[in-house]
């Protein structure tokens, strides 16, 4: 026993020994020759210039400012005071630069190990380091780099589609080799999700250099690959215009082509996205986060309202796929329904009930009671499966971060969320767009165009990238006939006809507009009440959201115009007026030919 106790120390031994030879002799071999030819080769990247974002005539809405960053040469600490005789040289060039910070961030990024110059200094204005450029050159601890910054000339009317740019992060710079030697990125918008076309290709340039660390000879050069232009469907003056005529309403106006080109997309209030370029201050962040009407929200694909009666179209094209013959026949409104024994009254917009009620004319009138019982004959899993297919309570794929998918609820999300077994009362509730129901108003927009062409596209912002046009994305739809046709008639009525919800605003139009109005509530109202007080009467953060969702022409659908006012009341008189003059727009510009 003990003689095979000596073999195994034995033997470990040499296994020990010749593990080590190996890896003294050949695998730190690569390590020592890596090494030896870093210290007689330097690579320096070359940084590609930031790609432009333009809107579909051409206008800038991103662009890049020509300037200089300033540098201060490693490892300064120690030697006769050169390192804040290089920062003096700074301030009395520049006065506004603070020393504080400068030394701050330098001892930051300083070590033994550093041979590269510290960036001190991000961005200097071209025409602000004119004329100070030969007396800072002079100085060897002192490096002037050509830079850019980023600009957004239209500031507030397009952060939400554009974005902006902001200084990267640990994470962002490991995963992306362009950020980390830029050390910026696409935070929001369009400069975030083409972020990898936007930021272009880094190029280099390798020199031999001597023990310390001068260039004495170019080994290879790569230029960078940048200017990745993207050109956006938006028409900027379409949407400045739609801006300004919210005035002192909040929400949302989309303007998309039946082909799923979004013209404009406002998310009313904005920000100027040039405060996060340099990085925001923090009385500018608090006083973003702290504004009750949501400034910094994108509100057409981040903000989930419920639908209420934009929603009725899609509702009834729900019932026609689940059961062909439900909507052949008419219902009869007193003004409320029962279910079963119960005595709790789901009730219609109009007390005193709209009497007999066809397809039609429950979309003109916005009939309530109309989908109640429809709701109930169909039941609320076909209901869900169908308006999702539709696209509602999914992400539409426009080409922006992070876009919020809704909720279109059946039995078993309900089950899964809360818990709890479905009621029937939930299903009359969800059937006019009430309840769980939340969607984006990009959601309603698409699905308004599925209506008008039987065709559902997917929305995009960008027109052509990098030289690439993108192609529209559209699926074709198939429905009943002659219950579209009902429900593109109530919607012409909606607009076109004394007893629709939106005649009174649309009716003088140089096109023929369909529509549909919608009233969401977003407090409930209790059942002793027999009046219901004015919208006008509540208080602002009880009166109900307001939506119109329209198309245009009639005949022929080219244009989609969708709006929402956060606590606007109804739709036809709040949002009416707004969506006719984006129409008067559309029509004096020549998008309708």
């Given at each position: 026993m003990r003689y095979k106790f000596i073999i195994f120390i034995f033997i470990a031994f040499w296994v020990l020994m010749l593990t080590r030879l190996y890896h003294i002799s050949i695998k730190s071999n690569f390590y020592y020759k890596a090494l030896a030819k870093a210290n007689i080769e330097r690579k320096e990247f070359l940084k590609p210039i930031r790609g432009e974002i333009t809107d579909r005539n051409g206008k800038l809405l991103a662009m890049n400012q020509i300037g200089f960053s300033l540098s201060i040469a490693p490892n300064l600490n120690n030697k006769h005071n050169r390192l804040n005789n290089a920062i003096s040289v700074l301030i009395d060039t520049f006065p506004d630069l603070n020393r504080t910070v400068m030394l701050k961030v330098y001892k930051k990024h300083n070590s033994p190990y550093n041979h590269k110059y510290i960036k001190v200094v991000d961005f200097i204005h071209y025409s602000d380091m004119m004329g100070k450029y030969p007396k800072l050159s002079l100085s060897k601890d002192i490096k002037i780099e050509a830079e850019t910054k980023r600009y957004y000339p239209y500031g507030r009317y397009g952060a939400h589609i554009v974005g902006y740019t902001g200084k990267s992060n640990k994470k962002e710079n490991k995963k992306d080799?362009?950020?980390?030697?830029?050390?910026?990125?696409?935070?929001?918008?369009?400069?975030?999700?083409?972020?990898?076309?936007?930021?272009?290709?880094?190029?280099?340039?390798?020199?031999?250099?001597?023990?310390?660390?001068?260039?004495?000879?170019?080994?290879?050069?790569?230029?960078?690959?940048?200017?990745?232009?993207?050109?956006?469907?938006?028409?900027?003056?379409?949407?400045?215009?739609?801006?300004?005529?919210?005035?002192?309403?909040?929400?949302?106006?989309?303007?998309?082509?039946?082909?799923?080109?979004?013209?404009?997309?406002?998310?009313?209030?904005?920000?100027?996205?040039?405060?996060?370029?340099?990085?925001?201050?923090?009385?500018?962040?608090?006083?973003?986060?702290?504004?009750?009407?949501?400034?910094?929200?994108?509100?057409?694909?981040?903000?989930?309202?419920?639908?209420?009666?934009?929603?009725?179209?899609?509702?009834?094209?729900?019932?026609?796929?689940?059961?062909?013959?439900?909507?052949?026949?008419?219902?009869?409104?007193?003004?409320?329904?029962?279910?079963?024994?119960?005595?709790?009254?789901?009730?219609?917009?109009?007390?005193?009930?709209?009497?007999?009620?066809?397809?039609?004319?429950?979309?003109?009138?916005?009939?309530?009671?109309?989908?109640?019982?429809?709701?109930?004959?169909?039941?609320?899993?076909?209901?869900?499966?169908?308006?999702?297919?539709?696209?509602?309570?999914?992400?539409?794929?426009?080409?922006?971060?992070?876009?919020?998918?809704?909720?279109?609820?059946?039995?078993?999300?309900?089950?899964?969320?809360?818990?709890?077994?479905?009621?029937?009362?939930?299903?009359?509730?969800?059937?006019?767009?009430?309840?769980?129901?939340?969607?984006?108003?990009?959601?309603?927009?698409?699905?308004?165009?599925?209506?008008?062409?039987?065709?559902?596209?997917?929305?995009?912002?960008?027109?052509?990238?990098?030289?690439k046009v993108i192609k529209p994305e559209i699926k074709q739809m198939s429905f009943n006939k002659i219950h579209l046709s009902e429900i593109r008639l109530g919607m012409y009525d909606v607009c076109n006809t004394k007893s629709g919800t939106a005649f009174k605003t649309m009716k003088n139009l140089p096109i023929v507009v369909a529509g549909k109005t919608g009233t969401s509530q977003v407090t409930s109202i209790p059942q002793a009440t027999k009046k219901r007080l004015k919208e006008s009467e509540l208080s602002y953060l009880r009166r109900s959201h307001a939506w119109l969702t329209t198309y245009a022409p009639y005949s022929n659908p080219k244009i989609v115009v969708t709006m929402l006012v956060e606590h606007g009341g109804h739709g036809g008189s709040t949002v009416g007026p707004i969506v006719a003059n984006i129409y008067k727009w559309l029509y004096k510009h020549g998008y309708f030919k």
């Open positions: 080799i362009v950020v980390n030697e830029v050390g910026k990125t696409g935070k929001s918008g369009i400069e975030r999700y083409y972020n990898k076309v936007l930021e272009g290709d880094l190029g280099y340039v390798l020199n031999k250099v001597t023990a310390t660390n001068q260039a004495i000879e170019v080994l290879d050069k790569k230029d960078p690959k940048d200017n990745r232009n993207i050109s956006l469907n938006i028409d900027i003056d379409l949407q400045k215009m739609i801006y300004k005529s919210f005035g002192k309403y909040t929400g949302v106006a989309i303007v998309m082509k039946t082909n799923g080109e979004i013209l404009a997309a406002v998310s009313y209030p904005s920000y100027d996205p040039n405060m996060f370029v340099g990085g925001i201050s923090f009385k500018n962040w608090k006083a973003l986060q702290d504004d009750i009407h949501h400034p910094f929200t994108n509100k057409f694909i981040h903000g989930t309202y419920p639908p209420g009666s934009s929603i009725k179209m899609a509702m009834a094209l729900a019932f026609s796929k689940a059961k062909p013959s439900v909507l052949d026949t008419d219902e009869k409104c007193n003004g409320y329904i029962t279910i079963g024994h119960s005595k709790h009254k789901f009730r219609c917009w109009d007390r005193w009930g709209h009497g007999i009620v066809s397809l039609r004319r429950a979309i003109r009138e916005s009939c309530d009671v109309y989908f109640y019982k429809k709701s109930l004959k169909v039941g609320i899993d076909a209901m869900a499966k169908n308006l999702r297919s539709f696209g509602l309570g999914v992400k539409t794929g426009v080409d922006l971060p992070r876009e919020y998918s809704g909720i279109i609820p059946d039995k078993e999300w309900k089950m899964r969320r809360y818990k709890q077994p479905w009621y029937k009362g939930e299903t009359v509730i969800a059937a006019i767009g009430q309840g769980y129901d939340l969607v984006t108003p990009l959601q309603i927009a698409r699905y308004t165009s599925m209506v008008a062409t039987s065709s559902l596209p997917t929305p995009h912002m960008a027109r052509v990238v990098d030289g």
